[in-house]
């Protein structure tokens, strides 16, 4: 079975530029997430999808984060502008359902903003 | 969900079983018991979960004690592979419910 895919793995933009992060769950997997993991923290929940549904994005800086998920599969992450404090790993995540089933997560794509 | 503390550490020796304390001494009666690990470079993976029973899968057993509030994730045969940081997270399962990760426990094993 495929994993959760990403891309790209590593992007370097300047502050106040945008940038966009894609994200392919396994197939079937209705519940989509994506997280940010600062380094030396814990990953920190973004946005829940289920299906092409927003389920929780109250952690979500809406000023200058978005996402979409618009076919209920592919989801993408933007940023604009990005500001110093969002480098980290951007990690996406799918499950099968979002109560008991474990979470899948991709590799993460690494942000550094300069 | 109810919050976990697991020691900021550990090591063992390559082949020897290892043990990963977690409490969770404010878990209620619908909440699991969840363990991630996250190897250096790579997205947390999933490794088992539990309610009140022992659990054990091809990668792990999980003590869960008799009154609930703490639990043990056993490696049996620890290999340099599952050199990571560990998370222990409380976790009810609604639907909305957020699987909210701490800084976790960091194994190394040692050759």
């Known amino acids: 079975e495929a994993g959760v895919a990403q891309s790209p793995r590593y992007k370097i933009i300047e502050k106040r530029q945008s940038v966009a992060f894609w994200c392919n769950p396994i197939?079937?997997?209705?519940?989509l997430y994506w997280y940010q993991q600062i380094l030396g923290q814990g990953p920190k929940l973004l946005i829940q999808?289920?299906?092409?549904?927003?389920?929780?994005d109250s952690q979500l800086p809406k000023d200058r984060f978005s996402a979409e998920r618009l076919k209920g599969v592919d989801s993408t992450l933007k940023i604009q502008p990005a500001k110093l404090e969002d480098s980290a790993v951007y990690l996406c995540?799918?499950?099968?359902?979002?109560?008991?089933?474990?979470?899948?997560f991709g590799p993460g794509t690494r942000l550094l903003v300069l | 969900d109810a919050k976990t503390t697991q020691p900021p550490s550990m090591d063992c020796a390559e082949g020897r079983a290892a043990n990963l304390p977690c409490n969770h001494s404010?878990?209620?009666?619908?909440?699991?018991v969840y363990w991630y690990r996250q190897i250096h470079s790579q997205g947390p993976q999933y490794i088992i979960h539990g309610l009140k029973n022992n659990e054990t899968n091809e990668m792990a057993s999980l003590i869960i004690t008799e009154d609930r509030k703490s639990s043990t994730l056993i490696l049996p045969h620890a290999t340099l592979r599952d050199t990571a940081v560990y998370y222990c997270?409380?976790?009810?399962?609604?639907?909305?419910?957020?699987?909210?990760f701490g800084k976790g426990i960091t194994l190394s094993v040692r050759p």
């Open positions: 404010t878990i209620s009666g619908n909440e699991y």
């Open positions: 995540a799918s499950s099968l359902d979002p109560g008991l089933a474990g979470r899948y």
């Open positions: 999808f289920q299906n092409n549904g927003v389920v929780d």
């Open positions: 197939s079937g997997h209705a519940t």
């Open positions: 997270i409380v976790h009810h399962t609604g639907a909305n419910s957020k699987l909210t």
